[in-house]
């Protein structure tokens, strides 16, 4: 199983993000740009997810909901920057539960022939703000999502195992 490494360095506003999937390059993007596989695997495994908006495009807005088992939601919106493709998409994150505290993503998808590395860059208002979304068990989150990635590719696209 692949494991993910996630950056925090000490005195500077960001996250770096990494992790490789068994899945080619084109699926993996596939996974991050259409909105019905999205809810399928973004996020951790207690919640529900839905897509209520995803305008993949410069100026694009994009809208999704988390639900508990107990009905509680957690919504989140944003904006795509520039053109989405593989080789980088770029967009702003707002938790609407803490308005007001905007950071800004950007994600590459590297092609390592058949597998694909996936790295994120997320920059925040101060280190607070990136201190307040490390703190709110955002590991458990990209970690569990990526775990779901894995499981959500290998349905669509197995990997032959080597004879």
Do not use: C
């Not at 740009?33 to 399928?40: C, F, H």
């Not at 770029?90 to 609407?96: A, L, N």
């Not at 959500?152 to 032959?160: G, M, Q």
């Amino acid at each position: 199983m692949a494991t993910t490494q996630i950056d925090v360095p000490q005195g500077l506003p960001y996250v770096e993000i990494s992790r490789e999937i068994n899945a080619p390059r084109d699926l993996v993007h596939r996974a991050y740009t259409d909105p019905e596989l999205l809810a399928q695997w973004l996020g951790p495994r207690n919640l529900t997810m839905t897509v209520e908006k995803w305008e993949i495009r410069d100026g694009g807005a994009w809208r999704y909901v988390q639900t508990e088992a107990d009905g509680t939601q957690w919504g989140f919106h944003g904006v795509f920057h520039g053109p989405q493709t593989a080789d980088q998409m770029i967009q702003t994150f707002e938790f609407e539960g803490v308005p007001g505290h905007v950071s800004f993503s950007e994600l590459r998808l590297e092609d390592l022939g058949g597998r694909t590395l996936a790295k994120t860059h997320v920059v925040f208002m101060s280190i607070e703000d990136r201190d307040g979304m490390v703190g709110s068990g955002m590991a458990t989150g990209v970690n569990e999502g990526y775990e779901r990635l894995d499981e959500l590719v290998a349905r669509l696209a197995p990997v032959p195992t080597p004879a």
